[in-house]
């Protein structure tokens, strides 16, 4: 009878101790900040890649057609800027939002209980928005530092050849300078990371180039 007894006891104790352990390894990693960390420094470092090599295109693209007035191509790298922010917030919103959102109910069916008001369920949104505001933001910034040469044309400190000039260069050392950081994350080589995006960047201005005279 007693050992009879102590069997679902036991069963229903460890179900209860092994609920508890997930819970705790669950909320360890919820507030390990080096996932929100990773997560982030990866979408910014992907956006902010494929926002230079995009400015750079409407850059080369503008010479390459004869744009000579610094406020119109200022207008485009803004309006570039804009998208980038939008476009880098709400796709990563909705997708870090929709992943984080499954996460909680894959919990709350463990638990047996709602956790949208909780702690855990505020922590998930803000790690979402955090992300998607580092996706959006980082990116439209470094790709307006692409604009300073075309804003010191406008006041008469450089000419638009000049301009232009700096500009590109400008955007091929931002792409060398996140090759080498990619290469310092992976341990691989600092430099042949640069020199793939270099590479890239260089390749993008030749074709460009080639699109706009022919």
């Known amino acids: 009878m007693d050992e009879g007894s102590e069997g679902p006891a036991s069963k229903m104790l460890g179900k209860l101790i092994g609920l508890i352990r997930s819970m705790d390894d669950y909320l360890h990693s919820l507030?390990?900040?080096?996932?929100?960390?990773?997560?982030?420094?990866?979408?910014?470092?992907?956006?902010?890649?494929?926002?230079?090599?995009?400015?750079?295109?409407?850059?080369?693209?503008?010479?390459?057609?004869?744009?000579?007035?610094?406020?119109?191509i200022v207008g485009l790298i803004s309006a570039g800027a804009l998208s980038i922010l939008l476009s880098g917030f709400i796709g990563t919103y909705i997708s870090e939002r929709a992943e984080r959102e499954l996460r909680i109910r894959e919990l709350e069916r463990a638990v047996l209980m709602e956790l949208d008001e909780t702690l855990i369920g505020k922590l998930e949104r803000g790690k979402a928005f955090i992300i998607a505001f580092m996706?959006?933001?980082?990116?439209?910034?470094?790709?307006?530092?692409?604009?300073?040469?075309?804003?010191?044309?406008?006041?008469?400190?450089?000419?638009?050849?000049?301009s232009y000039l700096s500009s590109v260069a400008e955007a091929l050392i931002l792409l060398s300078v996140m090759g080498a950081y990619l290469g310092s994350l992976s341990g691989g080589s600092k430099l042949a990371y640069a020199l793939t995006t270099l590479g890239a960047g260089i390749l993008l201005v030749v074709v460009a180039t080639w699109l706009g005279v022919a």
């Open 31 to 72: 507030l390990d900040l080096e996932d929100l960390k990773e997560i982030s420094r990866r979408y910014v470092v992907t956006n902010s890649f494929d926002s230079v090599l995009m400015i750079l295109g409407v850059i080369v693209g503008s010479y390459s057609t004869g744009v000579s007035e610094p406020s119109v």
């Open 135 to 162: 996706s959006g933001g980082v990116p439209s910034l470094v790709v307006m530092l692409l604009s300073i040469p075309f804003q010191l044309c406008r006041y008469g400190f450089l000419n638009i050849e000049h």
